[in-house]
């Protein structure tokens, strides 16, 4: 199975500055036929089921506020907050869907210094 | 909109079998496999396989396979998830997401405990 490896496990930044968690896949999710990253990143606060944040590796879900930016290609990915918000508290996943069996990073928490 | 509707908790004894439904309205309950996909307390999230809702085709993880089936009734556009010979460690809270190659939307989750 592809793994998944996220940094930070957690980590803790001020209201207002940037967080930035990274997501090492162990084999590329890169299709060259479409130049397409297999790869998103989903967000879940406490008793809810995970949200979508960004798909195709850079592709903001609609809804999404743009502070979220996602990058990367290949192996190694980055989800950027770029201005903490209270409500951005949660665990974020990265999950890749190019293998099977989809696999996910083990998440990374993000709390407010 | 799209809504996924799971059902309830269960708790079930080691040995026994739970069987998760999810009701999805909408859309074109054909038109995009689903995934079940869980997480144990605490835990990450585990992807257990899927159906193709049109023809009831499936794909289960090799982690589960022989343990779980899943299927569908395309007259109430739900799918299930069943998982035999529960253990322990099968407790988790129970997903279901619908696939548009990523994991668009999800249901609510169903928590299953296995406890003797």
Request: with cysteine; net charge neutral.
């Amino acid at each position: 199975d592809i793994v998944m490896t996220q940094s930070p496990d957690s980590l803790a930044v001020s209201l207002g500055e940037r967080a930035t968690i990274n997501c090492k896949s162990s084999q590329s999710v890169l299709y060259s036929s479409n130049n397409k990253n297999y790869f998103a990143w989903y967000q879940q606060k406490p008793g809810q089921p995970p949200k979508l944040l960004i798909y195709w590796a850079s592709t903001r879900e609609s809804g999404v506020p743009d502070r979220f930016s996602g990058s990367g290609s290949g192996t190694d990915f980055t989800l950027t907050i770029s201005s903490l918000q209270a409500e951005d508290v949660a665990v974020y996943y990265c999950e890749q869907y190019y293998y099977t069996p989809r696999t996910f990073g083990q998440g990374t928490k993000v709390e407010i210094k | 909109q799209v809504q996924l509707v799971q059902s309830g908790a269960e708790v079930k004894k080691p040995g026994a079998s739970v069987k998760v439904s999810c009701k999805a309205s909408g859309y074109t309950f054909t038109d995009y496999y689903m995934h079940w996909v869980r997480q144990a307390p605490g835990q990450g999230l585990e992807c257990m396989g899927w159906i193709n809702p049109k023809n009831g085709g499936t794909n289960y993880a090799q982690k589960f396979q022989g343990r779980v089936t899943m299927t569908r009734d395309t007259s109430i556009s739900t799918v299930y998830m069943e998982l035999s010979r529960l253990r322990s460690d099968d407790t988790a809270v129970y997903y279901c997401a619908r696939e548009n190659d990523y994991y668009e939307f999800w249901g609510q989750g169903t928590l299953v405990t296995v406890s003797s």
